[in-house]
């Protein structure tokens, strides 16, 4: 296959980028240069936001499949459409758990796929998408609206794959390392006084699911998560394990909640990727090591 992969410079894009590569697929990485792409594939350098420049990167390539790492507007979304249109028949958006954060409620059921309903979401290509902190206060939002925009308008078979909270590897947003850190140093930890469950999946996992999933034919969203959901207790309680000391949890006291403590259920439903032919691992196989990762 030849494969494009839009951004996959860290973490687990870079590793599907290599999964893809000794799979035997012909892969190119598309991003603005500033880290250099993995050995043995084709690097080209555009601004994926600069749809002229990503056209003159591209110039005449065509693709089997592309993965699109970086897509979190429906201007982008809406710029992808229209640059790859002619350029594959398969397009993977890595979406997020994220997208669900309207719908879930206290002791909710996991959150299934079809939960969200992309036909009834509006999309507003007005608004300030490329200010970044107005970007960074609507995520989900803009996860929501590229999601809509392309299911509405792609030109080519959509899959959105909507990737759970990942840990594990090389993991840059320090989240697990806050539970790390303060239950090893005895410290407490602030949490939602009720909270509830979440699903995760190990950085290695969602990118072996992403490489499977570019080279598949299904279409359609897909909740991409290790088997298990767990609460925030559950994770401290993990995290003592491993650190050898007991969690200390806080809660009411107005301090902000650590991350993955939520108020709402974030559990996915698994059940189309099971389905659909993908085995996913259970949370507790790989948790600890992650842990340990994070120890170091």
């Known amino acids: 296959m030849d494969v494009c992969v839009i951004g996959g410079s860290r973490y687990f894009g870079r590793r599907a980028v290599e999964e893809l590569r000794d799979a035997g697929a012909s892969v190119t990485v598309v991003n603005r240069g500033s880290t250099p792409a993995p050995h043995g594939v084709t690097h080209l350098r555009a601004d994926r936001?600069?749809?002229?420049?990503?056209?003159?990167?591209?110039?005449?390539?065509?693709?089997?499949?592309?993965?699109?790492?970086?897509?979190?507007?429906?201007?982008?979304?809406?710029?992808?459409?229209?640059?790859?249109?002619?350029?594959?028949?398969?397009?993977v958006l890595t979406s997020t758990v994220e997208v669900y954060a309207h719908l879930g409620r206290p002791d909710g059921p996991p959150l299934a796929e079809q939960a969200l309903d992309l036909s009834a979401e509006p999309v507003d290509l007005r608004l300030p998408w490329s200010d970044r902190q107005f970007l960074a206060g609507h995520y989900a939002e803009g996860k929501r609206q590229a999601e809509?925009?392309?299911?509405?308008?792609?030109?080519f078979d959509l899959v959105t794959?909507?990737?759970?909270?990942?840990?594990?590897?090389?993991?840059?947003?320090g989240r697990l390392a806050h539970y790390v850190e303060r239950i090893g140093r005895g410290l407490p930890v602030a949490v939602h006084a009720a909270p509830q469950r979440a699903s995760f999946v190990h950085e290695a996992e969602i990118a072996h699911f992403l490489a499977w999933t570019a080279t598949a034919d299904f279409t359609g969203p897909v909740n991409a998560a290790s088997q298990g959901s767990m609460d925030v207790?559950?994770?401290?309680a993990a995290v003592g394990r491993v650190t050898g000391t007991e969690p200390r949890m806080t809660a009411g006291g107005g301090e902000r909640p650590s991350p993955f403590s939520f108020d709402r259920c974030y559990a996915m439903d698994t059940g189309r990727s099971a389905r659909l032919g993908f085995r996913s691992s259970a949370v507790t196989d790989w948790l600890p090591r992650a842990i340990k990762e994070a120890h170091a």
Not at 50 to 76: G, K, M, S, W
Not at 161 to 173: C, E, I, K, N, S
């Open 148 to 155: 809509a925009l392309l299911t509405r308008q792609a030109p």
């Open 161 to 173: 794959v909507r990737t759970a909270h990942v840990l594990g590897g090389a993991d840059f947003t």
């Open 49 to 91: 936001d600069d749809e002229a420049a990503l056209r003159a990167a591209l110039a005449d390539r065509h693709f089997d499949a592309v993965i699109d790492q970086v897509c979190y507007t429906p201007v982008q979304a809406a710029v992808a459409a229209r640059v790859f249109a002619d350029r594959t028949p398969r397009y």
């Open 233 to 236: 207790r559950e994770l401290c």
